[in-house]
């Protein structure tokens, strides 16, 4: 896999209509940062720039500081191919209804050629009709049916969230670097494992297959690393030291 | 489609372990409603109950009026049989690394028969590594690498979400595999195994931690079952018996 291209989403702008609470287009913004979007918009906020907005934030006044601020929504979509409205359900607008995962998809192929939008309404009352009027399609959230509203910024994060996934598509994260123990150590393992427990007398020499069957599962759902083998059959030399000077078990009763 | 389980996500806990910010419990509990989840845990919150933290929950003040406020994480996870810590991807620790989606997929898995945990950490300092150790997986949000840290309700707000699409998606879940052991019967056995190599002088016991979070990251990637739980302490009862018989490691030498 070739690694997913920075151009893609830069190309994705989040446009905030009419927000009320400075703190929310702070944590927006982190909120996108956190998932490499950059392209802030802003219409018609009720107040900005301001402390609160700095302080939710966090390391994200980067995009604060370029944020665009619009007295129109067209202005914001001005140069994009597509544009959807996160919404809740609305039984009033016949629009395409999208998932996020369906939105990120749809929203990455139009990025690669032109800059696309999503655009989020107003806290208390969303998008107006007029503004979806201006979205290609509405994007819906599935929750609570007893409680649908997401705080702003929580959607910012959902939307920018599966945006990010698709763009990795595969998680592009290497594999825990383990140093796995060789199948070779690990049947050494469970040969020391079985002479120890036979020596304890904890297993039946003569029939000590199906305990030592139980063991093998359940290291072999975990991947033993070599230092933990190391580890394990210091234990058991422990063990076996310890029972070569208590002798056999029923010494005490002799 | 048979409509999904709602008891399946009333065996899902919220636990925020060491929250400093009032308002941030309160944007979780808004999170989780939102996504249908209603079972908070509170670990030594810095403030709370508080005014902001109600502020922020807008209408899930219900879900803060339920929330349990506990004084040890083990007591947050007192019944659970699952329990997956949310953390940025450490070097150090190396258990299974689940995503989002993966953890929504496993927790609603195991729900179906006993209750399930989500672990967040401090704002500041995420989970620590003893938090992480009563932990049996990591989950991990695919974010920007230049800056990674959502904000602690954006983070339940993302994996509600994952758990929620994961629950409407599948209206029924395969019967969990094994018959887990519960986290108390892991702990104890983790006590006993303690206990016995400080018998068997192989652990130091002035500072066991180090080898002692190298076998309990063996034995949280893979998940142990009751009857294993009993084998293994099994075998440590029988290693006592023989070190109480053999005695001190210099008896020889005396």
Known sequence: MTPADPKLLANIRIVLARTSHPGNIGAAARAMKTMGLSRLYLVQPHVFPNSQADAMAASAGDVLAQAQVCTTLAEALEGTSLALGVSARRRDIVAEVLTPA??????????????????????????SNDQLGQCQ??????ANPEYSSLNLAAAVQVLSYEVRQAWLQHPSWPEPELDAASLEDIERFYAHLETTLAELEFLNPG????????????????????EEVNILRGILTSAQEAKRLAGPRNRMAE
Chains 1, 2 share one sequence.
């Open 137 to 142: 399609g509405l994007v819906t959230i599935a």
């Open 102 to 127: 369906e939105s990120a998809a749809r929203l990455l192929t139009e990025a690669q050629a032109e800059p696309v939008a999503l655009v989020f309404g107003n806290e208390t009352n969303g998008l």
């Open 207 to 226: 029939s000590p297959s199906k305990l030592m069957l139980k063991l093998r599962r359940l290291f072999a759902r975990t991947r033993l690393e070599k």
